[in-house]
């Protein structure tokens, strides 16, 4: 490409400021759908960009702690608008770069979530009781989570705003908890989140919060973000995306005792249990075929796994699984490193051993791979149990016929952690002694275990985990999704002890003035004042 | 010493057996106060007893899923009847090898407050409300904490009793949470610790839980330690302890994913306001004597570094302070190495700048260092903060005069993470501008702030929180003391999505059985059922 082709490079929120960054290097991101570059350019931000937002990082953290916490709602709110308001361009810019549906999944559910994410952000923080306001009367002793400072969050490639570093679920909520912002693009997407920022940016000034509550980069060498998620200014760090990249930038953060919270790969067990199968299996098929599927699979509580036991019954299952996906068009992939990832998981998983019923190659020319099932019996899985669950981020799933429950139970026990599992049984409890004999394995290996659906929808709910023991994410104590606990993750733990009165946090003191606050009192929940 | 001296080698306990260690060394433990090694030699455990250990915990793990949680209960109560009635035996084990006061230290304090801790642990899983039941009734999705598998506790020195590995807090809050513990004795008081591995045994015993719920040894090579605590069987690891060997476990657990939460040095700021000081200097003086020298200083919230602004009042105060400590005898530390480190500290600090006014040096012929104040002034402090941070673990304190508010608000702001941050300010409210020019620089870096009172009483309250951003901790969102918000470290978020009733936990069906469970039920708490 010459250079006559290339845009202008883009500029970097830094400080309250949209300026040029101190970049030597640029990218550009692509157009999977079309396989084009794109002709704007992003900078590759040096450490003095850093430098320069965390400063302004750390001092707009200390100014958010006397900011009420309406006026850190009202911000979320007004942006919310802004991102509605411009729902036409944000999700035009979104399809070109990651090649996702314009309808129904980003006009008419990524976005509505999106700004629906916000909104239960804001409502959250107006009550003040995510933050657990816990008193002890007779000690005077009170203690409440709050802001734990500025947080850095990376975002995944495969969520353009429900999961965008400067729009997703990890900055509304860690702006709800009162902290600001450092938010690194994901490369494969960089306009549609620079549009993001220039819209949180408007709502940051329309509302009259710290200028640097919000500050956008693109792009960082890798040393540079180990340096980054480490240094003494950050507060924590939320990061979704590859578990290379995650378990690095996971090193970095320890070492300096900063928290990270990382949702990584997870290939999502689903058990069919033989009585499901026999009773319904028609719908079974159409369930798993559909959340498989769904966005060409790059989904992280995809259903990469499903399990079965031998019988003529689960062949049929099989044959009906396959015979859908060879007769599906496949979906175009976000980028062309997802097709290679992809591509490689499915040779992996291939030369091990697993036969590939359906699929199992790249579309040439186009950034796709074809809808693959592989299938392996219980026994080869158990050789190998590590090389098996690679995941395969797409439009891929491996099916293991265990010969008996009792096998499925091992393949089970040798699963590493993953965010969500799911076991399908009999409605006339014919599966009841077969879910009794493999639940507790599943359950111990996932944060999320389903009875009777796919994985693939996370609504956001108070009651959600959207999580997972290690190498799902790198703590079994936190959700992604869910408000408002997904908010404690960036907070910190403060206790007052024998502190004056007027010297509290708002929702610390005697008087619970906004009477919406649920706060335990002497190990009562109550929304009464003292 | 020769081998007739020597007493028999101590068994350990693993998979529900006292059995001889798999060891080819062993070690001693010392009388302090007199200077002397005891006789009794404790196995060093090979790393075969770990494996054993580690089998027997994952099967403990599995079987306590469906143990009652009046059951925990039960042992847990069992347990501090078991100490109760072994006290004296107890308190007299503690004191010879801690040199701890038999009275009012070890009998009338710490021995209740364990009992205490462990019943109100009891009375934390009986209720279920710290599990956190969360319900969204339309979509039924439904969340709680459970347990996160088995658990490694490493107790301290400096409470025999309420840290020790297997009747502490953490002890407590890991089998209240449902966990099995493996405990590592801390080595300078085996004797109590196998003694409290009995009595934890037959309450194991006399109320039916698996018998793998407890396992002790009492040494470990440091390269085993780190095996441990990143092996796949192990769900979460408490260390109370030095700095030094807790981010050497910090690392290896955190490369494995495994939780594990610190309790390590902390030299927990006092801010001594100028009106305050002339308000009721002499209950200052009596407040902080009492406060650094109890247990001979070597408490984790204990007092290290005072700070004042110059003045001639100041200078009264320190003056007092400095008559105290010379006049007081200085108690016995806990052993020969906290001795070494606290002469190494305090060389550490003065060879550094800060003036010796009192004390500085060991005691000859016994395991007592002099009772040691020491001073300097803050623009030598803000020229190496690092250095003045040192902690000296025992019965000494560095007081940090200020030239200004400005310069006191400046040495806040150049502290690490801490456990505890104090505040004393005067009564008539002519401090208030001082109070809100410094405070939120110091809550910023601790995990407590205090109002007038000193820090080294940590009562376990639900409102508690003894923690702190690191490196006081490793995570600034949990406490160490508390229950039941302590129970929430050695908890896995779990989420029911679509569940049937029968296959929930107790705590999320829609009958709130116990009706003393309180439940987040679309976000209202509520003791009612659905």
Request: glycine share 8%; aromatic share 6%.
């Amino acid at each position: 490409m010459s250079t006559a082709q290339m845009g202008q490079q883009q500029k970097i929120l830094v400080a309250g400021q949209w300026r040029d960054s101190d970049a030597s290097e640029s990218f550009q991101s692509a157009n999977p759908a079309r396989n084009e570059t794109l002709p704007e350019r992003y900078p590759i931000s040096s450490w003095s960009d850093c430098e320069a937002m965390l400063d302004a990082a750390s001092e707009a953290a200390e100014q958010l702690r006397s900011v009420p916490a309406n006026q850190i709602a009202d911000f979320l709110e007004a942006y919310a608008k802004q991102i509605e308001a411009n729902a036409e361009q944000l999700v035009s810019i979104a399809n070109l770069e990651t090649a996702l549906p314009i309808k129904p999944r980003l006009a008419d559910v990524e976005l509505p979530r999106t700004t629906g994410q916000l909104r239960q952000a804001a409502a959250a923080t107006r009550s003040g009781t995510w933050s657990m306001p816990t008193i002890d009367t007779k000690a005077n002793i009170r203690s409440c989570y709050e802001a734990i400072g500025p947080v850095c969050v990376f975002g995944p490639n495969n969520f353009p705003f429900a999961f965008n570093s400067i729009a997703g679920g990890d900055f509304a909520a860690a702006i709800a908890a009162g902290n600001p912002v450092i938010a690194k693009a994901n490369t494969s997407h960089p306009g549609v989140t620079k549009l993001l920022g220039e819209l949180a940016f408007a709502a940051v000034k329309e509302t009259g919060l710290p200028s640097a509550t919000v500050q956008l980069i693109y792009r960082l060498s890798h040393k540079d973000g180990e340096r980054l998620v480490s240094d003494h200014r950050v507060g924590a760090i939320g990061y979704t995306g590859s578990r290379r990249a995650g378990l690095t930038l996971k090193a970095a953060a320890d070492a300096a005792g900063k928290p990270i919270y990382l949702e990584l790969s997870s290939v999502n067990p689903v058990v069919l249990l033989p009585g499901a199968v026999r009773e319904r299996r028609e719908e079974l098929v159409a369930e798993f075929v559909s959340s498989v599927l769904m966005g060409t699979g790059q989904l992280c509580t995809n259903p990469g796994m499903v399990m079965m036991v031998a019988s003529a019954e689960t062949n049929t299952y099989i044959e009906a699984v396959a015979a859908k996906f060879a007769g599906g068009a496949p979906g175009t992939l976000l980028s062309s490193s997802v097709k290679k990832s992809l591509t490689a998981a499915i040779q992996t998983l291939s030369g091990a051993g697993a036969k590939v019923l359906v699929g199992g190659t790249a579309v040439e020319g186009k950034c796709s791979v074809a809808n693959t099932l592989l299938q392996i019996n219980g026994a080869k899985f158990l050789s190998n149990p590590e090389i098996f669950q690679t995941e395969a981020f797409g439009n891929a799933s491996l099916i293991v016929v265990a010969d008996s429950i009792e096998q499925l139970a091992e393949v089970l026990r040798s699963l590493e952690g993953n965010l969500t599992g799911c076991i399908y049984s009999a409605k006339d409890g014919s599966d009841d002694a077969s879910y009794d004999a493999i639940a507790g394995h599943l359950i111990q290996r996932v944060c999320r275990i389903l009875n009777d659906k796919m994985p693939t929808g996370v609504a956001v709910s108070p009651a959600m985990n959207h999580g997972g023991p290690y190498p799902a994410t790198g703590h079994p104590g936190f959700t992604a999704v869910g408000i408002p606990a997904s908010m404690i993750r960036f907070g910190k733990l403060t206790c007052y002890d024998g502190v004056r009165q007027h010297r509290l946090p708002a929702v610390l003191r005697d008087s619970n003035v906004s009477s919406v606050t649920w706060r335990c009192i002497d190990l009562k929940w109550t929304v009464d004042s003292i």
